[in-house]
């Protein structure tokens, strides 16, 4: 009778957040099929970086200019310099993601610390990063970078994460200070201050674990934005330097008509790369975000 008993118990437990967000997959077959791909894309192009000369890559080699796919061992052509198209987007690629998910990992530290103490706290040091912020939003973010770039000498990829790290935490700390100030009055809260729980504790311990499925959808859906700047901003010629291939920067090749018209092998394939990546990582984010809301799952 007790092991019944064990039994109804054990089914009646609500599930946990890895078990909801596991469901939601199963119900959701492109955004599982969205997530292994994804995966495996970026497992697969991170692997291949490694094993490659870049300095060999980009070495100018006239004779081979504008060389066909296929046609003397290049698997995707040549540029106009004669540098190898298919080695440039593994490297390009590789920094592509790599510095978006600097720049997604340094802005959510900095934005969920700021959100949870300014939740947390409330009072004057929330009404002064408020403040703050909202003057923040005010300004042209894009041609504040831009201008940026233009007058740091010699920048490279680490001036650009900071750049874009100083930025991009601003919505994170308003959506996790939103959150901060409903869960800062629950009684757990409360009972933590009674015992004499540091605030440190209460608030990296207590809360911010309550925040985790809201936050694994802000990191995704971040992640997929930053590659979406940066490649944006490199497309333009304000990213990455022209020396440093990136996603960006090759598909900026398509702005010369007649690389855009004939040379479709230089510019096509990063171009579908940076749509796999921004299609996938965007179902990944909505199956997260409906997981995280109990009145949109699917299962």
Known sequence: MEQKNDVV?????????????????????????????????????????????QDEILRIKLLERFTEPGVNGYILGADEAGRDMYGQLIIGAKNSILIAVAITLIANVLGIALGIIMGYYGGFIDNLFMRIIDFLMTLPTLMIIIVLVTIIPKYGVFELILILSAFQWISTARLVRSKALSEGRRDYVSASKTMGTSDFAIMFKGILPNLSSLLIVELTLNFAGNVGIETGLSFLGFGLPPSTPSLGTLVSYATNPVVLSSKWWIWLPASLLILVLMLGINYVGQALRRAADAKQRLG
């Not at 890895?18 to 995966?39: C, M, N, P």
């Open 9 to 53: 118990k054990v089914e009646n437990m609500p599930p946990t957040g890895i078990q909801v967000v596991i469901r939601e997959f199963r119900k959701d077959k492109l955004a599982l099929l969205s997530f292994i791909g994804i995966t495996l894309l970026i497992i697969v192009i991170l692997i291949m970086s490694v094993f490659m000369n």
